[in-house]
């Protein structure tokens, strides 16, 4: 409520003289070389360093952080997989050991046989 009555004092004593033609003038060509620079700098590339800065500064925080835990997330799941397939045994090693062993087939039907070694 008081910004409304405040803005709307401002602008009425800013609108009550009109503006001088020599300042008139000058806003006028500190406008257009503005306008000027920013097509300039329009038409140049953008080099990577400043593409990862802009990046880098329009993300916050919290999306590096996100991104960091997804990825931490993804490689310790690969990982997870890859020791798991590598610790349980191949059907061919399960069958190298069982014609080497000296035990009987029937023993390893046996229920209970891991639990009594």
């Known amino acids: ?22 300042a008139a003038a000058r806003l006028a060509r500190v406008r257009a070389a503005a306008l000027a620079r920013h097509a300039q700098r329009q038409r140049q590339r953008v080099r990577l360093p400043e593409a990862l800065g ?19 997330v993804t490689a310790l ?17 399960v069958d190298i050991a069982l014609l080497t062993s000296d035990l009987p087939v029937e023993a390893y039907l046996h229920p209970n046989f891991t639990r009594d070694l």
Not at 56 to 71: C, D, E, G, P, V
């Open 1 to 22: 409520m008081k910004y409304d009555a405040l803005q709307r004092l401002l602008v009425e004593h800013l609108n009550s003289r009109p503006v001088p033609p020599h």
């Open 54 to 72: 802009r990046w880098l500064t329009a993300h916050n925080a919290a999306a590096r952080r996100s991104a960091w835990a997804m990825a931490m």
């Open 77 to 93: 799941s690969v990982g997870y997989l890859g020791w798991a397939e590598w610790r349980t045994p191949s059907e061919a090693d």
